[in-house]
């Protein structure tokens, strides 16, 4: 019970400090900053070489399930479903840039997503 408590003052923590402006906020474990991002479209086009492996993905979170079960995220033309796991994030507005930290894995039909950490991004413009 003391951690279930514990576990829910850290993501009300988490949410506030979201709602704040400017920075980089963190949800989960990103990986290190100096980790290279892998491009969307490389993923989509040979999912078979990505299945299993741990991803950096840096684009913008473009939708966001109500219930912040998944989030749409999109690199320029491309977009993909993004299961969000546990934690879930705070509500996040779409036009959000994030750098996602997620695993991959070849589906039968579709590539599945799913973040283990999740950076927001200032946006372009704020400080």
């Not at 506030?16 to 993923?43: E, Q, R, S």
């Not at 479903?81 to 695993?103: E, L, M, N, W, Y």
């Amino acid at each position: 019970m003391k951690t279930k408590w514990i576990g829910i003052v850290i993501l009300a923590g988490a949410a506030i400090g979201l709602a704040g402006c400017g920075g980089t906020k963190t949800v989960g474990t990103p990986a290190k900053a100096d980790t290279p991002a892998t491009p969307l479209a490389a993923i989509l086009a040979a999912p078979e070489k990505y299945d299993g492996q741990t991803v950096v993905l840096n684009g913008v979170l473009a939708a966001q399930c109500a219930s912040l079960c998944d989030f749409t995220y999109a690199e320029g033309n491309q977009s993909v479903t993004v299961f969000t796991g546990d934690p879930k994030p705070p509500k996040i507005h779409a036009g959000q840039p994030v750098r996602v930290t997620a695993s991959v894995h070849k589906g039968e039909e579709q590539v599945v997503i799913t973040a283990k950490g999740l950076e927001i991004l200032p946006r372009k413009g704020s400080r």
